[in-house]
């Protein structure tokens, strides 16, 4: 077995920067509905290096046994903002990355420029951390510019023209706050994430990412992200006329429907989409942002009836709701996965490898809150364990990853489409 590890370790050692041959050249044709090319998934080192980790038991035996693949892309493996355990979020590169580790659906986090231009960014008002924006000229236009250590700078994308936003250089989400000047500020990378991707990370407007996505022949999942409500009626008249917006660009490049999966925490955007447009409503997914550690509990059994009552049919809250760890230090679905399941909604849950495992889940902040005492996972390659827990006992149909290659081994190993 340890022989079949380094050869597929060997193997997997190919570069996943670069678009390769299968995606280049035609980011424009129209093989979005069942397109794959299994031939082209490099999973990388990481998976591998992670269920080696394991410790003995019947999971570490199975996915032992996959180590020589057949590896292959996955709707189960869904891209969160792209790759961004190591590339900057949102960026054509990580796109390309989380392609060629098999997800099967890439996201772009859908926002708006000051001339209406749709673009992919994780918050309206997240560029001084994502972009070098501060420390340039464009400084100026944020709401409020970086004007040294502490000063709290906010820069919108609805602050600059889509020409403006264009001349910017995205990075690792990251900042020092404290730092005395704005190059300082822009600094502050997690060690578990890296630097090294950012010199070449090339934004994208949500037209240019479907256009991508066709090419890469995967599914897509723009999520309309919240935005200040007096720009969004100055810029689109309404809330609603901003949720049809995003869904006219893939109407406009004659995507379908059925290979979109329209996300938002605002449940009125989803009902508008269930509404007036059915074709992409039916597999809309309405997002719950529950966190009892703030004060936003989960829904009732009820109030989720309700939901499916309304035509919901997908459902994503995070990690750590649908999850719990029993008195024999067991990973268990929760309660509320019960109550979810119950209401007959599927489950999309979000994000895997968006916390920091090397220590195990004690301290490792929200996205391994289901086990805060750190019982069940003692170790980055538990990371297994949670997943097994959220695909064989939650049922989930789909897992967001910061690091697709993680949930596509699973997947191609349990046989998961």
């Known amino acids: 077995m340890r022989h079949a590890f380094k050869a597929a370790l060997a193997a997997s050692l190919l570069c996943i920067l670069s678009v390769p041959a299968a995606f280049a050249g035609d980011f424009g044709r129209d093989d979005d509905h069942g397109g ?37 892309r996955t709707s189960f493996s869904i891209s969160h903002r792209g790759a961004p355990l190591q590339f900057p979020e949102h960026t054509k590169e990580g796109y390309v990355a989380a392609a060629r580790m098999g997800a099967g659906i890439i996201e772009c986090d859908v926002t708006f420029t000051k001339d209406g231009q749709l673009v992919c960014r994780h918050d309206e008002c997240d560029l001084h951390t994502t972009t070098n924006i501060v420390n340039t000229p464009l400084n100026a236009s944020c709401t409020t510019p970086w004007s040294g250590p502490n000063s709290n700078p906010r820069c919108c994308t609805s602050d600059i023209t889509l020409a403006q936003f264009r001349t910017l250089k995205p990075k690792m989400d990251a900042s020092t706050p404290s730092a005395p000047t704005a190059a300082g500020f822009l600094a502050g990378t997690a060690s578990w994430r890296t630097d090294l991707y950012n010199p070449r990370a090339t934004l994208l407007t949500l037209r240019e ?8 022949g995967v599914k897509h999942t723009p999520e309309l992200k919240a935005g200040n409500p007096t720009r969004i009626a100055q810029v689109f008249g309404s809330q609603e006329a901003y949720a049809q917006a995003m869904i006219d660009e893939y109407k406009r490049a004659h995507v379908d429907a059925r290979d979109v999966y329209a996300q938002s925490f605002n449940l009125a955007d989803v009902i508008y989409w269930v509404t007036h447009e059915p074709a992409f409503g039916r597999q809309a997914v309405y997002l ?30 995070p990690i750590p709701a649908l999850l ?22 599927k489950i999309i849950s979000w994000s895997f490898e968006r916390a920091d495992l090397r220590n195990g889940a004690k301290g490792a902040g929200f996205y391994a809150a289901f086990d805060p005492d750190g019982r069940a996972i003692k170790k980055d390659s538990d990371m297994y364990l949670e997943l097994d827990a959220l695909a064989q006992d939650v049922g989930v149909i789909g897992l967001f990853s910061d690091w697709p290659a993680t949930v596509s081994y699973y997947a191609s190993c349990m046989g998961l489409d």
């Not at 990412?209 to 890469?216: F, K, Q, S």
Request: net charge neutral.
């Open 36 to 72: 794959r090319n299994d031939q082209s998934i490099q999973l990388g080192p990481r998976p591998f290096y992670l269920v080696d980790g394991m410790d003995p038991g019947p999971l570490k035996s199975k996915l032992m046994r996959c180590m020589n693949g057949p590896f292959h």
């Open 209 to 216: 990412h479907i256009a991508m996505n066709r090419g890469l």
């Open 288 to 317: 719950d942002d529950v966190d009892p550690s703030v004060g936003i509990p989960p829904l009732t059994p009820a109030e989720l009836q309700d939901l499916r009552r309304q035509g919901v049919r997908i459902f994503a809250p």
């Open 324 to 345: 719990a760890v029993d008195s024999n230090d067991q990973i268990v679905p929760s309660q509320y996965a019960k109550d979810i399941k119950a209401a007959g909604l």
